[in-house]
């Protein structure tokens, strides 16, 4: 495939061909188990105009592929991604709200561009819309806020399995309020964050979350390990809490 292809746009990339070179920001990655394909590397991409699209990478590819882009890790250069498959985008826990997903292939070749970028492309959602129940369930989105009311960091049996859990609730800077519940490691991250913080309240970032309910109650929560959690994260929402 020419090195001279035309970068498109993530928005225009459509599964008509595997052709397409994207010019793109590893935003997140996780490792996720799939009864069919076993273990896959998970990411979310974002292109310099912050569109999003989910990528896979199915287990035999890790290797090859998946050093290039590390589990876990934030990349500030972006990279060019060549000759990729695309499928609809479907599911109960949609990172993006693309309307495909790319695969990475045995033929897709990943390089590594001289572009920087530091921006995180947030998509953030207010409270005011959250509780308004107009959002689709189905799409993960950004939220942050002051934690307040921190409950206690319990260990409870789910599926036979122990789990940890903590409930709390996210303030914005329009005193609207959101009710949260965090699983596993978020759960420990968060409860951790606040007994550092001077307060106690720090601000809390959390990306790709659930909207779900509980008990008839609308509630945020982490989608399971394709969620990410940042505590105190140094952006200017963070500032602009702070000066409250």
């Known amino acids: 495939m020419s090195s001279a292809m035309k970068v498109t746009p993530l928005k225009d990339v459509k599964p008509f061909k595997s052709g397409w070179k994207v010019h793109v920001k590893v935003l997140h990655s996780w490792k996720q188990y799939n009864p069919v394909h076993g273990d896959t590397l998970e990411m979310v991409l974002s292109d310099e105009a912050g569109c999003k699209i989910h990528a896979s990478c199915k287990r035999t590819y890790m290797e090859s592929k998946g050093r290039i882009l590390p589990v876990g890790a934030w990349r500030t250069r972006l990279r060019h991604i060549q000759n990729f498959t695309l499928s609809p985008s479907t599911g109960m826990y949609r990172a993006t709200d693309h309307p495909f997903k790319m695969s990475i292939i045995q033929n897709t070749a990943i390089t590594r561009s001289s572009l920087i970028n530091e ?3 947030l998509s953030l959602v ?3 819309t959250v509780l308004g129940g107009s959002l ?4 993960l989105i ?3 806020g002051r934690v307040m009311d921190l ?4 260990t409870i049996q789910v599926s036979g399995k122990p789990r940890m859990k903590v409930e709390f609730t996210l303030r914005d800077m329009n005193d609207a309020r959101v009710p949260c519940c965090l699983w596993g490691k978020f759960a420990e991250i968060l409860y951790e964050g606040c007994s550092k913080d001077e307060e106690g309240k720090p601000i809390c970032l959390i990306r790709f979350a659930k909207i779900g309910r509980f008990r008839g ?3 945020i929560t982490n ?4 969620s990410l959690l940042l505590i105190n994260p140094d952006i200017a929402e ?4 702070k000066q409250m």
Do not use: P, S, W, Y
């Open 151 to 154: 409950g206690d960091l319990e």
């Open 238 to 241: 963070t500032a602009a809490f």
């Open 217 to 219: 109650e609308l509630q």
């Open 136 to 139: 689709k369930t189905c799409f």
């Open 142 to 144: 950004d939220v942050i």
């Open 119 to 121: 921006d995180m492309f």
């Open 223 to 226: 989608a399971f390990e394709a």
């Open 126 to 128: 207010d409270f005011q």
